[in-house]
């Protein structure tokens, strides 16, 4: 149907084949390798005439092609964004090499520091604690509490605290936990508030709110719900010879927002992006709106003699004492070592949140955390 065929013009191949022939005429020990040059000449022209002669056809579904290919979301991946605990963990992990750091901050930040003390006199180490380093560079925890020395003058006694007035009384919420703790497998349910989960990926809803209560005179509050075993846990620890020293309890939502907020120019300082430097705030200091400390249910603790909220509280009588006996008051080491791909939050032997003697003692016999607390008996 070509008009160069009828007027018997050679074609390519043909021209090609024909001089093929004729090296290898030659060229007998050739003869091998000529035959495979014809046979490659005989498929790549047929291949580009068929090609050529469909090509509209050919190119009519390329374009139908292209159209699905680069409409459906399949071809442009979407990246993770905070999707399980543990990606975002680990994908922290990635961004600086620093991975749930406690960074440092303003020496004015020691000013705000909300403590609570209780030493005295049922303590024997008493008034052991000296702020001889009170100057030093303060850090936040991973809720944004400010780590460091405490001043002394913030500190008030054991006394003070268990002899506050309190409308519940603690035997009423003995009674209740005692009622509670009964049965072992206990229903938990999600609508609990002791139980409530607050983490970056569940913040506090907006409509939360609850009831505060002073732990003491000074002014610090905490949900009201969790004064009495708060109080019971700080006699039983005095009279084990362990002083509990509460601070940074309750914290107000702004409060939060400035903390992280001074947080992310902190890194932005250090020439990370603003990407990076929300990432590595998120996991110094809780996002605004997912720290525990905001729903008064979280208290951090220090002891008389080791005022810096490190992981050395641990070894302290006081961490350990916490460790060991805080679920029989209902609450929990939140951030335990080992488990920070799931909470996100380095390990913080000092932040203890209550979450009800059933719940602790299921966490602390089995060694879990609130999130795979949830994951268990929850979801
Ligand atoms: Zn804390």
Not at 62 to 77: E, G, I, R, T
Not at 112 to 121: K, P, R
Not at 253 to 277: I, T
Request: hydrophobic residues 35%.
């Amino acid at each position: 149907m070509n008009n160069k065929n009828v007027s018997f013009e050679p074609t390519f191949r043909e021209k090609a084949v024909r001089r093929i022939g004729k090296f290898v005429k030659k060229n007998r020990k050739f003869y091998f390798f000529g035959v495979i040059a014809v046979a490659v000449v005989v498929f790549v022209t047929a291949l580009g005439s068929a090609l050529y002669d469909n090509r509209k056809r050919l190119l009519s579904i390329a374009c139908v092609l292209l159209f699905f290919v680069s409409s459906s979301s399949f071809s442009y991946p979407v990246l993770p964004m905070d999707v399980s605990f543990v990606s975002d963990s680990i994908r922290s992990e990635d961004v600086a090499g620093t991975t749930y750091v406690s960074a440092e901050v303003d020496a004015k930040d020691v000013a705000d520091l909300e403590t609570i003390s209780i030493d005295d006199q049922t303590v024997p180490t008493g008034s052991s604690y000296t702020k001889e380093d009170a100057d030093k560079d303060p850090v936040y925890d991973g809720n944004g509490e400010l780590l460091g020395e405490v001043l002394e003058s913030d500190q008030i006694s054991i006394s003070e605290i268990l002899n506050t007035e309190d409308e519940t009384g603690s035997k009423d919420i003995e009674q209740e936990d005692n009622d509670d703790s009964v049965a072992g497998n206990t229903q938990f349910s999600a609508d609990d508030w002791n139980l409530m989960l607050v983490n970056k990926q569940h913040p506090i809803p907006d409509n939360y709110t609850f009831a505060t209560a002073q732990i003491s005179s000074g002014g610090k509050l905490c949900d009201e719900r969790i004064l009495s075993p708060l109080r019971q846990m700080v006699a039983a620890a005095a009279s084990d010879g362990v002083s509990l020293v509460v601070c940074s309890p309750y914290r107000s939502n702004n409060r939060q927002e400035m903390l992280f907020a001074r947080k992310v120019d902190y890194y932005l300082e250090q020439g990370y992006d603003y990407m990076q430097s929300y990432t590595l705030a998120s996991q110094a200091v809780t996002i605004p709106g997912s720290s525990e400390h905001e729903i008064g249910l979280a208290l951090d603790i220090i002891t008389d003699g080791y005022s810096s909220l490190d992981e050395g509280f641990g070894d302290t009588p006081a961490g350990k004492w916490l460790a060991q006996n805080s679920y029989k008051y209902g609450f929990v080491v939140r951030y335990l070592k080992g488990k920070e791909e799931i909470t996100g939050i380095e390990y913080e032997p000092w932040h203890i949140r209550y979450v009800g003697v059933s719940a602790a003692t299921v966490m602390y016999e089995e060694g879990i955390c609130l999130e795979e607390f949830w994951d268990e008996y929850l979801y």
